[in-house]
């Protein structure tokens, strides 16, 4: 897998053919990095009774994600060791419905980072304050926010890093 586009064209391709019509409503996203493959599909939001309040809609929800869950389970592991064979990574799984998207199984990988004191003592304080459980989990808390609040910013980035990889599958094979 050359770049991510194409890697990711080729992932969508490989599990658009694989995954069966009716579990998703259109094709899932599938999101690729190093170590991962994430396929997330869209279903269909639940039947709810006129005029039910958001927290019977919110248990709809939640009930018809669980029982996807559990009536896909055998398929999704089975699914997951085929491309994990062919595609040299793990597979995690979740879906979004009714505005909510819920990660089934997730991996979590250690990242090595070195840190001087000024960072170190940001983290620090974010666990002596109770924000996180240590270190490492504050590092992943700063991450997420970081993300959150630099969404448009990284898309751009990520479309220009795109373009890189074009230009370097373009160019002479070395």
Do not use: Y
């Not at 989990?137 to 980035?157: I, P």
């Amino acid at each position: 897998m050359a770049t991510t586009e194409s890697a990711e064209g080729k992932l969508r391709e490989w599990f658009g053919g694989r995954l069966p019509a009716e579990w998703f409503d259109g094709p899932p996203r599938v999101v690729l990095d190093r170590e991962e493959i994430s396929v997330i599909g869209r279903l269909a939001e639940p039947d709810v009774a006129e005029g039910a309040s958001e927290a019977e809609r919110s248990e709809a929800v939640a009930g018809l994600v669980q029982r996807f869950r559990e009536d896909t389970r055998e398929q999704r592991v089975d699914i997951a060791r085929e491309a994990e064979h062919r595609f040299a990574r793990k597979v995690s799984w979740g879906v979004e419905c009714g505005g909510e998207k819920v990660m089934f199984t997730t991996l979590s990988v250690p990242v090595m980072t070195r840190l001087r004191q000024p960072e170190r003592r940001v983290l620090d304080t974010l666990v002596d304050a109770g924000v996180a459980r240590s270190r490492s989990d504050a590092l992943a808390w700063c991450v997420r926010l970081v993300g959150k609040n630099a969404d448009e910013w990284l898309a751009e980035l990520r479309d220009a890093l795109l373009h890189v990889e074009r230009a370097r599958a373009a160019g002479p094979q070395v």
